[in-house]
Every structure is written in C-alpha cells, then in structure tokens.
C-alpha cells in the first residue's frame, strides 16, 4: 500500500499551489485561528498536520510562536519554502513534543485520516503535550452529498498520481466524546456549510477543546 505519507509526498507542490491561499476564502477559519492565537498568550502553538504551511504562517502572522508538524517530508519541505515556517516531519499518534510544553495546538483537516483507534492515539497525544488550560483546535469533515456523517471515502488518484487515502466523515458528538477522555474539554463548536467556490463542498465541524 502506498500509505498518507507518500499519497501527500507525492501531491505536495500541488497541494500548495491548489490549497496554499484557501484562508483568503474561509473567514470563519480565519477567526478561529485568531483566538487560539489569543489564547496561547505567546505561548508556543504547534499545527499538526500543517501540510505547505499556510495555516502555520497566518498564526505567526497573528503574533503567535509556531511550530508546524506533518507527515509528509515532502509537505514540510514545501513548508519551509513556500512560508518560512520551522517545520518537522511527526506522526501526531507519537508526537516529538515534550509533555505540556505547548500553549495552543491546530490540528485542521488532518485526523480525517485515522481510523477511531488511531485517532484516540493522537488525542491522547494532544493532550499530553498542551500545558494545563492550554487549548486545541481541531476540525474535520462531517458529511457531503455523498458521504453521511460516520462514512468514508477512498481517493486512489489526485492531480494525476496514484494515492491511497482513506478520509473518515466524522460525527463531532463523537469526537468531543474521545477528546474528553484524554482530559481535553469542549469549550465550543462550529458546524458550517461548505464555502462555495473555494472548497470541497462537505459540511464541517470545529472543536476547540483546553486541557484540563
């Protein structure tokens, strides 16, 4: 199997070139960052899963101290590149961050990935590295026209390269369910429609959770 790590090698540059300038159509995005840039109170705030990068550069952007992490080496290649952010490649199920050392955590579009046990992992993880009070901002797909809430969805070929990737449609009850688990509690959720025009239209959720 080719696996989520060399399916984003391989679409990288054009991820970046497709996706990199998504938040100038996402205002809700935009404010949202806004507060965990608020919230981490210069604290350092990771983005898991920070793909190019994009995220991570309007955070600094924002007056917070970033960290970028993904899966794909080739992503924090383009990372560096395209938006000057200090990036590393991690698994966010076993994440090199010491325990409580981060204020703030974004995690956008990247748990759709894991399977229930897999995402348990990273949640865990998540908690283990925020500081006390410290806050999580984490958000997924929940349904489109063809996929409920709960389904997933299989991609073999993107922007002409053979991948393999499975992305699960997530039901946020659920998710903030596992969150709290691991000692990360909701303080608010968004559920949205798809913006037209500037991206996959599914449904979406955002949690934005604080270590107990």
């Not at 994009?54 to 992503?75: C, F, K, N, Q, T």
């Not at 924090?76 to 938006?83: D, F, L, P, S, T």
């Not at 409580?100 to 908690?127: K, M, N, P, T």
């Not at 009070?133 to 809430?149: C, E, R």
Request: charge should be negative.
């Amino acid at each position: 199997m080719i696996g989520t790590r060399h399916s984003y090698d391989l679409v990288a540059e054009r991820y970046a070139d497709e996706l990199g300038d998504e938040l100038r159509g996402k205002p809700l995005d935009r404010g949202l960052l806004q507060v965990v840039a608020e919230l981490a109170n210069e604290g350092v705030v990771a983005d898991i899963g920070c793909g190019p990068g994009h995220i991570a550069a309007y955070l600094a952007g924002r007056g917070a101290r970033v960290i970028g992490m993904d899966l794909s080496p080739a992503m924090c290649g383009v990372a560096r590149q395209a938006n000057a952010v200090a990036v590393g490649a991690g698994d966010m199920t076993a994440l090199p961050v010491r325990a409580e050392s981060l204020a703030g955590l974004v995690c956008l579009y990247a748990v759709i990935h894991l399977d229930e046990r897999q995402r348990a992992a990273a949640y865990a993880e998540f908690a283990r590295v925020l500081r006390p009070g410290g806050h999580a901002l984490i958000a997924f797909h929940t349904s489109d026209a063809d996929i409920p809430v709960g389904g997933t969805k299989t991609l073999t070929d993107w922007w002409g390269h053979q991948v393999d990737l499975t992305f699960h449609y997530l039901a946020p009850a659920k998710e903030s369910e596992a969150l709290a688990k691991t000692g990360l509690v909701l303080e608010a959720r968004l559920d949205r429609e798809p913006h037209p025009d500037t991206e996959h239209p599914s449904r979406r959720s955002y949690l934005i959770v604080r270590r107990a």
